[in-house]
């Protein structure tokens, strides 16, 4: 299964990245970083609306590379200024050529929440998303047990980090839920065989209690997916390769968001 490949990658990408900067530095580095930043990435969701999540993403497992060209800074930028309410930044670098300096450079270069996708399996991807100037992490629940979930939403919330719970499922949403989620966010894709299903978030959002913050990922393409979502409470969506693919972002969010941001 491609998701295992992913973790099995990325918990040999730790131990060296651990190698570089020990475990106790990276820790002491993200704990000397303000963590009074009042959770920005959940202020912008709670926000009347539904609010847009814009991924700067090179590659993907299912897709291969999404863009050739990859002006990652002038994206971001680029987002901010179509109306984004924040920007979703790929670190993995095997599967989606993404780097941790994309983040570090994006989060100093726009003023809306950045969020670190990645397949955190080791806490220390949490206090390196702090250091590297995330505003939020993903945690997956496919890849986490309930222990290791509760103790990596401790982590993210003492350290100011928003963490944006993914699930897929009933069963998932209920471990989310229980964990003390805050933000949950749907996957319309499925990790074990990459088929998306965008009525996966449809069916989902009634299972979340109202005062959860919601949010709808991968398989958003049209302005109807967008308006069935609001229609249903969904606080925000996470877009990529509808967006990557675009030349004019802001017309391409425009479209989505039936005319207008």
Avoid: W
């Avoid at 590379?65 to 979703?88: M, N, Q, R, T």
């Avoid at 003390?180 to 894709?189: L, T």
């Avoid at 088929?195 to 393409?221: C, H, K, M, W, Y």
């Avoid at 925000?236 to 425009?254: F, N, P, Q, Y």
């Amino acid at each position: 299964m491609i998701l295992d490949n992913i973790a099995a990658d990325t918990k040999i990408r730790v131990e060296k990245a651990k190698k570089k900067v020990p475990f106790s530095e990276m820790r002491m580095q993200a704990h000397l970083k303000n963590s009074n930043t009042g959770f920005p990435f959940e202020k912008m969701l709670a926000k009347p609306g539904i609010h847009y999540i814009c991924e700067v993403k090179k590659a993907s497992p299912s897709k291969g590379v999404i863009a050739e060209k990859f002006p990652y800074l002038e994206i971001a930028k680029e987002y901010e200024h179509a109306g984004a309410g924040a920007i979703s930044c790929l670190t993995e670098p095997k599967y989606f050529q993404g780097r941790n300096e994309y983040l570090m450079e994006i989060s100093e270069a726009v003023d809306i929440p950045v969020l670190r996708k990645d397949f955190i399996i080791d806490e220390y991807m949490i206090y390196e998303a702090k250091v590297l100037g995330a505003d939020a992490a993903l945690l997956i629940c496919a890849l986490l047990d309930d222990e290791l979930l509760k103790r990596y939403l401790r982590i993210c919330h003492r350290l100011g980090l928003s963490a944006l719970v993914e699930v897929h499922d009933e069963e998932e949403m209920d471990r989310a839920l229980e964990a003390g989620a805050r933000v949950i966010g749907v996957n319309n894709r499925n990790l074990k065989d990459f088929t998306v299903d965008i009525e996966n978030s449809l069916r989902l959002r009634n299972r979340a209690p109202e005062e959860i913050l919601f949010v709808a990922e991968s398989g958003i393409q049209t302005a109807e997916d967008v308006a069935r979502l609001r229609a249903a409470k969904v606080n925000g969506v996470l877009i990529g390769e509808t967006l990557m693919r675009s030349e004019d972002k802001k017309a391409a969010l425009c479209a989505l968001n039936g005319g207008g941001l």
